[in-house]
């Protein structure tokens, strides 16, 4: 049982220690974008031997039968998409835009939620 408190306790500086760790990458690569890239890059490296020591490589199999709209990935590419969005704007005005991608996107999730899975498409969404 000790495992568990110490697995949340390695989880919360985890989150803690990101946005410094990720700032550094920043400065030194020169840009917040090419940090993102690398970041992400590196999520998904790790993410790919997880599956494939877990054995579920086959999933990837079936990428090429799912709907186009669901590889944006649970909000990845919005986030990413914010990101660049913030950066063409004045200085003044990122952190509204910032929150308005996120408000946007919680009030898709809500609405998400409520519309059954299997029905689940991309006019439905729209329609929320």
Not at 53 to 60: I, K, M, N, S, T
Not at 100 to 122: I, K, P, R
């Amino acid at each position: 049982m000790w495992w568990i408190m110490a697995a949340v306790v390695l989880g919360g500086m985890a989150v803690a220690l990101q946005a410094p760790i990720n700032a550094a990458l920043s400065r030194e690569l020169g840009g917040p974008v090419a940090a993102a890239a690398v970041s992400f890059g590196v999520g998904f490296v790790v993410l790919l031997v997880i599956v494939l020591v877990q054995g579920q490589g086959g999933a990837f199999l079936k990428l090429t039968q799912v709907p186009a709209w669901t590889l944006v990935g649970g909000g990845g590419l919005l986030l990413a998409l914010s990101q660049w969005v913030s950066r063409l704007t004045p200085s003044g005005t990122r952190l509204p835009i910032f929150v308005l991608f996120l408000v946007g996107g919680v009030a898709l999730l809500l609405g998400v939620q409520t519309v059954s899975y299997t029905h689940l498409t991309l006019p439905t969404i729209y329609s929320v």
